[in-house]
């Protein structure tokens, strides 16, 4: 079966899932446990644990490829959040989104509640209809708390939010000279999502704290070899360990593997030289 889920890792196992079955595996390839996951419904996931529970976030759509270097989103299965014990497997609770046009755009686990990015969408138009935030307990599953993120509470001076997209809260950092505190840090019970104009913030109870425009904010990049790369107004500024910039690179973005960094530019692949960096 295809692989469908994002792993987790943890010191001694690997969770994954397909279209068929959430696995655990130890590091030795031994199977340790597997658990049924419902028939023609699971599509792309999200796999996370802590130590008692997996998680796992069934996200409602899958990826077609029309051309080799284009994938597109379809709807396929049904959105659903399924909670698993850890050492065993056995579901604990499995809880269906009633549409299937639902997607779930992103996940964050914050303690004992889990939220959801959540959008209705068209397909065949790439649109969003809606966009919600929902708040649900780790423990049971159950449906704690739910917001429309178009609704005026989320409006940051006098304009309109703007679409939503993903959870940030340890990737937007602040600076005050040499010393970098990313927004989760800054508050460790604080969601953090990322907006078309800055980042908004929402305390546990998804009532907004506040919001802060890209001008003011680092985003992390990529992280290698002891250095940290912030994309900020155009460039990328790689920071060593002790908070100290380095080197301003003028790209947008970054792409990372494991050994290498890329970035693209006006057509042309670039390939940084991190022997370089280190050096100056």
């Not at 497997?89 to 779930?104: A, N, P, Q, W």
């Not at 990529?222 to 301003?248: M, N, P």
Request: aromatic share 12%; net charge negative; glycine share 8%.
């Amino acid at each position: 079966a295809k692989v469908v889920s994002s792993p987790a890792f943890d010191t001694n196992a690997i969770y994954i899932a397909d279209a068929e079955c959430l696995r655990c595996f130890d590091y030795d390839g031994n199977m340790v446990w597997e658990t049924g996951l419902p028939s023609l419904k699971t599509s792309h996931s999200l796999v996370a644990y802590d130590k008692n529970r997996v998680l796992l976030v069934n996200q409602g759509y899958a990826e077609c490829y029309p051309s080799p270097y284009h994938a597109l989103p379809v709807a396929y299965g049904k959105p659903f959040i399924a909670g698993f014990m850890r050492k065993t497997g056995k579901l604990c609770y499995i809880h269906e989104r009633d549409r299937h046009t639902d997607v779930i755009d992103d996940v964050e686990w914050v303690g004992n509640a889990v939220y959801l990015i959540v959008s209705g969408h068209r397909f065949f138009s790439g649109r969003r209809n809606s966009q919600t935030i929902e708040k649900y307990d780790v423990m049971t599953g159950d449906l704690m708390d739910k917001r429309d993120l178009s609704s005026a509470i989320y409006e940051a001076a006098g304009d309109a939010v703007g679409l939503v997209g993903s959870f940030v809260g340890s990737l937007a950092y602040t600076r005050s000279d040499t010393t970098w505190v990313s927004l989760h840090e800054s508050d460790t019970t604080g969601i953090f999502i990322a907006c078309d104009k800055g980042v908004l913030h929402l305390n546990g109870n998804l009532v907004k704290v506040g919001y802060q425009p890209y001008e003011d904010l680092y985003m992390l990049n990529c992280e290698l070899d002891g250095l940290r790369y912030f994309s900020k107004g155009g460039q990328i500024i790689v920071v060593d360990a002790s908070g100290h910039e380095v080197a301003t690179l003028n790209f947008h973005d970054l792409y990372c593997t494991e050994s290498e960094i890329y970035s693209i530019k006006d057509k042309t692949l670039y390939v940084i030289n991190r022997e370089q960096l280190r050096m100056e």
